[in-house]
Nanobody, 124 residues
């Protein structure tokens, strides 16, 4: 089992920055891939970025160049969000999966464990 706790959300003006954190506890094997997803009100959940323990990243085009995913341990992941736009407003979720489904991590993979989410609001 894996427990995930996101933090770092908040309200920011357009053009501002936030840094989200995700802390995983439990079996590290089950947190091989770590990823960020987001869901805006009335919208479907969408992938943002994913990363494996080696630091190989996958980033969706919609946030590429503005958001950077990183990982400093098997259990801690971050999302640095710069140049935020109102359309980035959403609840952001951390998710993990094991290496059994492959070692290259993308947001198209099926993730097994999810956090409760942290709200990001971008508004003037």
């Amino acid at each position: 089992q894996v427990q995930l706790l996101e933090s770092g959300g908040g309200s920011v003006q357009p053009g501002g920055s936030l840094r989200l954190s995700c802390a995983a506890s439990g079996n590290s094997y089950l947190s091989f891939c770590m990823a960020w997803f987001r869901q805006a009100p009335g919208e479907e959940r969408e992938g943002v970025a994913a990363i494996n323990p080696s630091g190989t990243r996958y980033t969706e085009d919609s946030v590429s160049g503005r958001f950077t995913i990183s990982r400093d341990s098997p259990k801690n992941m971050y999302l640095q969000m710069n140049s935020l736009k109102p359309e980035d407003t959403a609840t952001y979720y951390c998710a993990t999966r094991s290496a059994s489904k492959g070692t290259y991590c993308t947001t198209s993979d099926t993730y097994d464990y999810w956090g409760q989410g942290t709200q990001v609001t971008v508004s003037s």
